[in-house]
């Protein structure tokens, strides 16, 4: 068995509600085990047979559908690869006050969405993109930023789901390995 952490977009937002009590049964009752949670937001630690983080990701999508009625992206990383984020951010061209936040990819982006995320030049706004990483940087509420979830997704052509940097390192801390 192997450990993959889950990123669940859009959970507990819009009237898409989600108990992670409920959550960690359902996800039980498809076969995956040693389920946890972590706050309301739909991060999701679990162990699989399956060998890639894509099968994890298509296995889990199936389970939440199929469950929940409603479609949920699920971005999924290795316990490594969270610890690496971490470990290999770059540093944060808005300066130390600027809010910090990752938007995890599910794939890498075309090498002109690369160029269009990485160039992208909004007042109090930075991004640059590491793999299928994200680094966001904002020197303004989150909700006045340009460079929202739904706007990524069609810059970047694939789906997204975000955190903020301390609610990583939080699972770092938890989930993520040496």
Request: charged fraction near 25%; proline fraction near 3%.
């Amino acid at each position: 068995m192997s450990t993959y952490i889950a990123f669940l977009r859009a959970v507990n937002v819009g009237g898409r509600v989600v108990k992670m009590e409920a959550l960690r049964g359902h996800l039980q009752d498809a076969g995956f085990t040693d389920v946890e949670t972590y706050i309301q937001s739909g991060n999701v630690r679990v162990a699989s047979r399956a060998r890639s983080t894509a099968k994890v990701e298509e296995k889990l999508e199936a389970a939440l559908a199929s469950t929940l009625g409603f479609e949920v992206p699920a971005l999924v990383r290795t316990p490594r690869e969270l610890t690496a984020i971490l470990q290999t951010s770059p540093a944060s061209p808005l300066g130390d006050a600027a809010r910090h936040y990752v938007a995890f990819l599910r794939r890498e982006p075309s090498a002109d969405a690369v160029e269009r995320l990485d160039g992208w030049d909004v007042d109090g706004e930075r991004l640059k993109l590491v793999g299928r990483n994200l680094h966001m940087w904002f020197t303004k509420p989150t909700h006045e930023a340009k460079a929202t979830n739904a706007r990524l997704e069609k810059v970047s052509g694939v789906a997204a789901t975000s955190r903020d940097w301390k609610v990583l390192s939080a699972l770092a801390a938890r989930w993520g390995e040496a």
